[in-house]
């Protein structure tokens, strides 16, 4: 792809551009708050600047998971906000500091996992949302227990593989954003006032997290050369 200023393609121009119009055009329409555009916004940064393995990820990202944190605590997600104060806060700092000591030029060393590894990420995933579900299900005012309990896990998994620069971590997101889109697509039916700006965003992830294994892939087959 032909690269412009600071190292950014046509693609991810055009891509931030989209999405963050898009996001303009909800929050009129259906005259969201101030809050909800700033953490769409930061989240589509976030993600965009993980795709290119750049460090100010990390910042965007501190942002974006406080503010998810309260627009899932209100709708009554309460493993989405365990899940980003208690371990998404302390993991943005120290993905910073890993991926900062991790550059090679200024540029970010990517890996790969071997397929033995890949296939216990797979069980623990499964056993871990089995398990984490049944536990949900038993609090009181809990929405989607078992889809909550797939979008928490997963979203772990693939933090820890992100900090540990594994290519593998957008093939986990990939599966992580479907289910939360319909995470929240229910929330929306059932008359959760940021279901759809949330599903507007989780949609951008998808296609964010789908260029992020192709970019990723590339940097750990360079790596590996």
């Given at each position: 792809?032909?690269?412009?200023a600071?190292d950014?393609?046509?693609?991810e121009i055009?891509?931030?551009?989209?999405?963050?119009s898009?996001?303009?055009?909800?929050?009129?329409i259906?005259k969201?708050?101030?809050f909800?555009?700033?953490?769409?916004i930061?989240?589509?940064?976030?993600?965009?600047?993980a795709a290119?393995?750049?460090?100010?990820?990390?910042?965007?990202g501190?942002?974006?998971?406080?503010?998810?944190?309260?627009?899932a605590?209100?709708?009554g997600?309460?493993?989405?906000?365990?899940?980003?104060?208690?371990?998404?806060?302390?993991m943005?700092?120290?993905?910073?500091?890993?991926?900062?000591?991790?550059l090679?030029g200024?540029?970010l060393s990517?890996?790969?996992?071997?397929?033995?590894?890949?296939?216990l990420v797979?069980v623990i995933?499964?056993?871990?949302c089995?398990?984490?579900?049944?536990?949900?299900?038993f609090?009181?005012?809990?929405?989607?227990?078992?889809?909550d309990?797939?979008?928490t896990?997963?979203?772990i998994?693939?933090?820890?593989?992100?900090?540990r620069?594994?290519k593998e971590q957008w093939?986990?997101y990939?599966?992580?954003?479907m289910?939360?889109?319909?995470?929240w697509?229910?929330?929306?039916f059932?008359?959760?006032?940021?279901g759809?700006?949330?599903?507007v965003?989780?949609?951008?992830y998808?296609?964010?997290?789908?260029?992020?294994y192709?970019?990723?892939?590339?940097?750990?087959?360079?790596v590996?050369?």
């Open positions: 792809m032909k690269k412009y600071n950014w393609n046509l693609f055009v891509w931030l551009v989209l999405f963050t898009i996001a303009i055009g909800f929050t009129v259906s969201d708050s101030l909800g555009f700033t953490v769409f930061t989240g589509v940064l976030c993600v965009v600047l290119k393995g750049n460090l100010m990820s990390y910042v965007f501190m942002y974006n998971t406080v503010g998810y944190a309260y627009l605590y209100v709708n997600l309460f493993g989405e906000v365990m899940l980003n104060l208690l371990f998404f806060v302390p943005n700092v120290i993905g910073f500091y890993m991926w900062k000591n991790n090679q200024g540029k990517m890996r790969q996992m071997q397929v033995k590894s890949l296939v797979g995933c499964v056993l871990g089995l398990l984490l579900g049944l536990g949900l299900s609090i009181p005012g809990q929405n989607s227990p078992y889809i309990a797939i979008t896990v997963l979203s998994v693939a933090t820890l593989l992100m900090v620069r594994f093939l986990v990939i599966v992580l954003n289910f939360t889109v319909l995470l697509a229910i929330r929306m059932e008359g959760s006032g940021e759809l700006l949330m599903i965003m989780w949609s951008a998808l296609v964010n997290a789908v260029y992020g192709y970019n990723w892939n590339k940097g750990a087959k360079e590996s050369a």
